[in-house]
């Protein structure tokens, strides 16, 4: 079965540094993978995916992740965090049994940044 | 608003209870998804809908659960004879066809019940 890592269950930067955030998954065939953002009150809302081709996605406000297929990782990174990124962060893989699709999440990562 | 809408966003309810949580998806969406998520998990696969077929349900759906979309609208998720482990954040979330292959789910902002 499928299944994501998170490693950081909560991860503290200043604002202006840098970020990157570990997912690692476990699916026999190639993945679909996503990171998806929550914030505090508000729905999940999908920040980048991957499907194939080039293995650098880049995302909405910033963001970016990487797929290595040698390492089964796909982390997220942002070159300069704002304050306005402390949120959950959780990666997923896509899974496709038949017609049907749904995705499976890592546990999340607690993003709090610093003034 | 055109997202996908969730009712009620907080329910507290005694043990025994039934309760009932509606989604409304984006209009143009024919699939819609039903999540769980308990503090410090990721949210978890319950059930899905292509319009108002229920195409899979998660062994996480317990006989105590159902959940409907009747018109391949809005849906329902009930929960009978909740128990304190039932406590967790619902999220529902829908997609086109082609945007469910994509991953493109859009979710609602979350129903958090409360089993005391």
């Known amino acids: 079965a499928q299944s994501v890592t998170q490693p950081d269950i909560h991860i503290t930067v200043s604002e202006g540094a840098s970020l990157e955030l570990r997912c690692n998954y476990s699916?026999?065939?190639?993945?679909?993978l996503f990171w998806y953002v929550q914030s505090p009150g508000q729905g999940l809302q999908l920040l980048l995916k991957?499907?194939?081709?080039?293995?650098l996605v880049q995302g909405i406000k910033g963001f970016e992740a990487e797929f290595k297929r040698s390492q089964s990782s796909f982390n997220l990174r942002k070159p300069s965090v704002h304050w306005s990124d402390a949120a959950e962060y959780f990666c997923?893989?896509?899974?496709?049994?038949?017609?049907?699709?749904?995705?499976?999440f890592g546990k999340g990562t607690l993003l709090t940044v610093n003034p | 608003d055109t997202g996908v809408s969730q009712d009620p966003r907080h329910k507290i309810t005694k043990r025994g209870q039934n309760v009932t949580f509606r989604c409304d998806p984006i209009s143009e969406h024919n699939r819609l998804y039903w999540y769980r998520q308990t503090l410090g998990q990721g949210p978890e696969f319950l059930t899905y809908f292509q319009n108002e077929a229920q195409l899979e349900k998660s062994r996480l759906l317990s006989d105590r659960f159902s959940a409907e979309r009747p018109k391949g609208s809005f849906s329902t998720l009930e929960i009978q004879r909740t128990e304190q482990g039932d406590s967790a954040m619902y999220l529902c979330a829908s997609s086109r066809r082609q945007g469910a292959r994509t991953g493109e789910l859009f979710f609602g902002e979350g129903s958090r019940l409360t089993v005391l």
């Open positions: 997923a893989v896509g899974v496709s049994g038949g017609s049907n699709y749904k995705l499976t």
């Open positions: 991957y499907f194939s081709g080039d293995t």
């Open positions: 699916y026999g065939a190639t993945p679909y």
